[in-house]
Structure formats: structure tokens, C-alpha cells
């Protein structure tokens, strides 16, 4: 069996270290509505479509316990779209400020299409906000053959639609590719389309940490915040976890040589 096609998460991924752009847009959004959240909470669920998201933030017992105490009764489905309708704008607002393209990947991206693998790419992203992303992220010389939103196949992660339809426009099979990304959501969308999935670590939601705030930790820390997420990912059920996009080669090559067994 061979691998014929890549398919990239965005936030935490190729852009934005740490995944912060909507980290920081939720930590706006739930003090305005009266709401504050710990950012574990927040960050526990990142990767869904983004409305989906924070309908299963108003399900954890954080924010039930919250609403329970502020507006005395439980959270709601309005509550959610009213939720929804602050976020949209606000991450327009800081969405390219916080979203450059991770070092390395430009060049691993080349690395990857010189050995013949397609380059695909899914989010929890809307569409409006995607294309604004992928024009940035084409400035800076990371352009995916394909960037696919929820919105355009009807539902987002942990649903595989969006990797099945990268495969139908590929014209590769599922088990063909490896989905790569840096949350449970995203390792989950691999697994349900039947794709071997690998977990970015550094670079991503779970250390959560901009490269400034990584580089200020001392190597200690580093390596529990590493073996943390790496625990995490793992136990999500990727087959594999990379600190960064840039050093995915050689874990793409051992499950490419282990499926080839
Ligand atoms: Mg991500």
C-alpha cells in the first residue's frame, strides 16, 4: 500500500503557533456574555467547526456550573448562537494577526510534493475565514492543493467528510492518505475516514504556548508540556506524534514502511 496524499490540519499545524487565534477569540467571547472560562475548558474540543465547538463548550461541566451560578439556569442552544454571532467577527478581526506560517513547513511542504504526495488541508475554520487564511498563508509560500471548511461538505470534525471529498477530488482511497494535525479532533476525523493520522505536539493546541512563551520555558518543562500532549494525542489514537509539520518526514516514512510490510 502506498500513501499518496497529505492532508493538513491549519491552526497549530501550518499556522499559528499554539494555536492561539481562537483560543484568544473564545477567551474574549465568554467574558463578554458574562461567562469567563478556564482556557483548558477552551481549549479542550479546538478543532471542531467552530459553532460546533462552542455548543460542546456549553456541555462541559465547567460551563454548567458557570451558567448555573451567573444567569441561574443552564446553558442553551440560543446561548450558543448568540455566542457564535459575538465570535464570528472577533475572529475576523485577529485572525491573520495571529496566524503566520509555522517554520519549516514552506520547505517540508516542498519535501513532500518532490516525493509525490498530494497536499490537502482541513479546518474548524469557516470558509470566509479560511480563505483569508489561505491567501495569507500563499504569501508566505504555503499553498495546499486543497483547503476544505466545514461549511463546504455540511459538517466539520470528528465527521470525515471533509477528508473524504479531498480524496474524491484526489481521486486517492482513504487508506491512501495520512490526516496530520495537532488536536484529538483531528485525529478522530482521520480514524473515522479509516487514514493512519499523526499528532503534532510543539507547534500546537496542546502545549498551546506561542513560540515566545515556548522559548521562555526551560527544558524540563518542555518536555512534560511534550510528553503531555504526546499522551494526549496518542491516546486519541494517532498512530504517531512530531513536534512540528517541519519534522513529520521521518514518521511519514516509518508508517509508509510499516504498511508496506
Ligand atoms: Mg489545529
Redesign the pocket.
Known amino acids: 500500500m502506498a500513501i499518496r496524499a497529505l492532508i493538513f490540519?491549519?491552526?497549530?499545524?501550518t499556522v499559528d503557533h499554539g494555536?492561539l487565534a481562537p483560543v484568544l477569540t473564545l477567551e474574549r467571547v465568554f467574558p463578554q456574555a458574562g461567562v469567563p472560562l478556564p482556557q483548558a475548558v477552551l481549549r479542550r474540543d479546538?478543532?471542531l467547526a467552530k459553532r460546533d465547538h462552542i455548543a460542546r463548550i456549553l456541555l462541559e461541566a465547567e460551563a454548567i456550573a458557570a451558567w448555573q451560578s451567573a444567569p441561574g439556569r443552564l446553558p442553551s442552544e440560543s446561548d450558543a448562537d448568540a455566542l457564535y454571532a459575538a465570535f464570528l467577527p472577533l475572529q475576523m478581526e485577529c485572525l491573520l494577526a495571529y496566524s503566520p506560517v509555522l517554520a519549516g513547513v514552506p520547505e517540508a511542504m516542498e519535501s513532500f510534493r518532490q516525493l509525490g504526495y498530494r497536499i490537502g488541508s482541513t479546518t474548524g475554520y469557516t470558509r470566509a475565514m479560511l480563505d483569508a487564511l489561505a491567501a495569507n498563508a500563499a504569501t508566505q509560500g504555503y499553498r495546499p492543493e486543497i483547503a476544505m471548511s466545514p461549511e463546504d461538505v455540511g459538517s466539520g470534525r470528528p465527521s470525515p467528510a471533509m477528508v473524504f471529498e479531498i480524496c474524491r477530488r484526489f481521486g486517492v482511497a482513504p487508506h491512501e492518505c495520512i490526516k496530520i494535525?495537532?488536536?484529538p479532533s483531528?485525529i478522530a476525523e482521520g480514524r473515522n475516514a479509516g487514514m493512519a493520522t499523526i499528532g503534532i505536539t510543539r507547534t500546537?493546541?496542546m502545549v498551546g504556548l506561542s513560540l515566545a512563551e515556548w522559548a521562555a520555558t526551560t527544558p524540563s518543562q518542555q518536555q512534560s508540556l511534550l510528553s503531555a500532549a504526546s499522551a494526549a494525542l496518542l491516546n486519541a489514537g494517532a498512530d504517531a506524534v512530531a513536534e512540528s509539520v517541519a519534522e513529520c518526514l521521518p514518521v511519514i516514512q516509518a508508517i509508509v514502511r510499516r504498511a508496506s510490510i
Open positions: 490540519d491549519w491552526a497549530g499545524t494555536s479546538m478543532g494535525g495537532d488536536t483531528d500546537g493546541n
